[in-house]
Nanobody, 129 residues
Framework: QVQLVESGGGLVQAGGSLRLSCATS????????LGWFRQAPGKEREFVAS????????DYADSVKGRFTVSRDNVKNSGYLQMNSLKPEDTAVYYC??????????????????????WGQGTQVTVSS
């Protein structure tokens, strides 16, 4: 069983920044893409960003494009989500997610929750106006 642990959430004013981290227990982390999702109160979980196994390809939801940056460190088995220019509508619990099966496609990123079998416990991000 792979574990993912998020950290870095908190309370920030609109326009501020936060950096989320996701520590994983994958044995060969560089064989797996990584995804970030969020869920606001009363709303469904939504895709935020994804990064390919080698970090060469990234994908973002339109709502965060240009403000958020996803990255990874395959030596540290960790992923990151740098969030800048935060808005009150970014308030949500943020989750990192990893697939169950590795992929041979170095450029692959996944947007669907169903593509991921391992999830972290989530970290709360609150943006005040």
């Amino acid at each position: 069983q792979v574990q993912l642990v998020e950290s870095g959430g908190g309370l920030v004013q609109a326009g501020g920044s936060l950096r989320l981290s996701c520590a994983t227990s994958y044995r060969t982390f560089n064989n797996y893409p990584l995804g970030w999702f969020r869920q606001a109160p009363g709303k469904e979980r939504e895709f935020v960003a994804s990064i390919s196994r080698n970090g060469g390809t990234t994908d973002y939801a339109d709502s965060v494009k240009g403000r958020f940056t996803v990255s990874r460190d395959n030596v540290k088995n960790s992923g990151y989500l740098q969030m800048n220019s935060l808005k009150p509508e970014d308030t949500a619990v943020y989750y990192c997610a990893g697939p169950v099966y590795s992929t041979s496609a170095s450029y692959a990123t996944f947007r669907k929750s169903a593509d991921y079998g391992y999830w972290g416990q989530g970290t709360q991000v609150t943006v005040s106006s």
